[in-house]
Antibody, heavy 119, light 110 residues
Framework: QVQLVESGGGVVQPGRSLRLSCAAS????????MHWVRQAPGKGLEWLAA????????YYTDKVKGRFTISRANSRNTLYLQMNSLKPEDTAVYYC????????????WGQGTLVTVSS | QSVVTQPPSASGTPGQRVTISCSGS????????VYWYQQLPGTAPKLLIY???QRPSGVPDRFSASKSGPSASLAISGLQSEDEADYYC???????????FGGGTKLTVL
């Protein structure tokens, strides 16, 4: 079965960087687009970024464009999110999600990893 | 402020039918496929509906959805206590070139 396991979360000071990873298994990772979505404490879901199956295209919400970078290593079945210049408002649970088709929506989600930005 | 709007709350008694609306625009719901997710307390979201009205295997047929123009709705019939959760609609937005979520609807089973 599909498994997505995020890691790399933790407590980080404002202005610092953090890289999240998402280890995928149970499907042919290299043939599916992937997404990062976050959820601030007590808030709704917020899509952050998506990447095509072959990394040929990347998409970002304006809020993180220029600060966050989505990437993937198909040889390692791993998705990444590099987060720079972190702000307290970036505090959230970060989920990776497998795209169902055409980067139009996700059908499988990881359990999430918590990122806390605080001094 | 999300570009896709959902009511913040909904409620019903066991056995009832409830609907949750999702209002967008011609650049998102009006053009692209709608997804619905269920998020039980403390867990990751789970796919309920894809491609406007399709249920993945394992999702009970008590859950159904429809779309008309820039709006969509999720219906839950035969409401059960375990349906108490947050529900989100989502669609790709061609103007923003990104995926947009509704603000979520908290469903309470009375």
């Amino acid at each position: 079965q599909v498994q997505l396991v995020e890691s790399g979360g933790g407590v980080v000071q404002p202005g610092r960087s953090l890289r999240l990873s998402c280890a995928a298994s149970g499907f042919t990772f290299s043939t599916y687009g992937m997404h990062w979505v976050r959820q601030a404490p007590g808030k709704g879901l917020e899509w952050l970024a998506a990447i095509a199956y072959d990394a040929s295209n990347e998409y970002y919400t304006d809020k993180v464009k220029g600060r966050f970078t989505i990437s993937r290593a198909n040889s390692r079945n791993t998705l990444y999110l590099q987060m720079n210049s972190l702000k307290p408002e970036d505090t959230a649970v970060y989920y990776c999600a497998k795209d169902r088709s055409g980067l139009l929506g996700a059908d499988q989600w990881g359990q999430g990893t918590l990122v806390t930005v605080s001094s | 402020q999300s570009v896709v709007t959902q009511p913040p709350s909904a409620s019903g008694t066991p056995g009832q039918r409830v609907t949750i609306s999702c209002s967008g625009s011609t650049s998102n719901i009006g053009t692209d496929t709608v997804y619905w997710y269920q998020q039980l307390p403390g867990t990751a979201p789970k796919l309920l509906i894809y491609h406007n009205n399709q249920r993945p295997s394992g999702v009970p047929d008590r859950f159904s959805a429809s779309k008309s123009g820039p709006s969509a709705s999720l219906a839950i019939s035969g409401l059960q206590s375990e349906d108490e959760a947050d529900y989100y609609c989502a669609a790709w937005d061609d103007s923003l070139n990104g995926w947009v979520f509704g603000g979520g609807t908290k469903l309470t089973v009375l």
